[in-house]
């Protein structure tokens, strides 16, 4: 799957880059890791030791988004990341773990999910294959909320076996506007761009308006599930419930039992406008905090990745 051409997107800025650096950006057809030789990584590897691992989803977004908008918006920012400020990207994890939003068997809703042990070998050896070739500093750029539930472990084994310098990054909105905030039309308590709402179907309609079906969205709200007492409420996509005014008690939901078409929120003030500026302040922010990581000295003591079979 690709996005629309880069001349049909609207110019991406942060030009931050010394007459050197464009020099050194001269040297590559792509930034993306994957469209290049090992002569062009060694090439790289000479100047800089950063790259850039988008990781999502392939999930159900409702009736009128794709599987793959998790995937769009890691893809997307760490695209322009890398074309702002010259660092390589891997091609996408597009699997994440995404239990709840497999629904019922047989109801084709299209969902890839992965164990959280499976997703947590593949980030592994992603990145050790990466620091065994001489990248010192991985970044995951993550698009799908639930990933975060069971990262960590992984994380702290890559920063504790090797040395190398490992973070997470969350571009999106859950709960926590922070850069985008004001950017939304929705009110308030349904900013935080839920699930298929203002804010992704935006994204999708920027990255390719081909992939949204806009006549099959509608405004759908998530009710408590049917297993909790009435005493508890529910209103968002997260995995806490209200109760008693407060929210201190969580529960494994499945999606299906807080809602059934897949959408949290109003998609219907989604517009292309606003997923491109979404995408510009996400990643012009990502970047400039990538560029600050690049002044950290890094020293791997572990490079090899012997434990690469079984």
Do not use: C
């Not at 609207?10 to 020099?23: Q, S």
């Amino acid at each position: 799957m690709t996005s629309k051409p880069a001349a049909d997107r609207p110019e991406r800025v942060i030009n931050r880059l010394t007459e050197g650096d464009e020099e050194f950006r001269e040297k590559f057809v792509s930034w993306n890791l994957a469209h290049l030789s090992y002569v062009d990584i060694r090439e790289y590897l000479k100047t800089k030791d950063t790259v850039l691992v988008p990781i999502a989803s392939t999930e159900q977004h409702g009736p009128h988004l794709p599987l793959y908008t998790d995937t769009i918006t890691a893809v997307e920012i760490s695209e322009r990341i890398s074309e702002s400020i010259g660092v390589l990207h891997t091609p996408p994890i597009w699997t994440g773990y995404s239990p709840q939003h497999m629904y019922g068997p047989g109801e084709g809703r299209g969902t890839i999910t992965v164990r959280s042990s499976t997703l947590l070998a593949l980030m592994n050896d992603i990145a050790r294959s990466l620091i065994h070739h001489g990248f010192n500093r991985i970044i995951f750029i993550n698009g799908h909320g639930s990933n975060i539930k069971v990262v960590d472990p992984v994380l702290r084994k890559l920063r504790y076996e090797t040395g190398a310098l490992i973070s997470f990054v969350k571009p999106y909105m859950e709960r926590y506007e922070g850069i985008l905030a004001g950017l939304m039309e929705n009110p308030p308590e349904e900013t935080p761009g839920w699930h298929s709402s203002e804010l992704e179907t935006s994204q999708d309609l920027a990255w390719n308006p081909d992939l949204v079906r806009m006549e099959r969205a509608v405004d759908t709200r998530a009710h408590t599930p049917e297993f909790l007492p009435g005493a508890f409420s529910k209103d968002d996509g997260m995995p806490d419930t209200e109760f008693e005014g407060y929210q201190y008690f969580s529960f494994p939901m499945d999606h299906h039992e807080f809602v059934d078409n897949g959408i949290i929120g109003n998609p219907m003030r989604a517009t292309a406008e606003k997923g491109h500026e979404a995408f510009r302040r996400l990643s012009e922010h990502v970047a400039r905090g990538v560029m600050e990581l690049e002044k950290v000295p890094v020293t791997v003591h572990t490079r090899e990745f012997i434990d690469r079979v079984m």
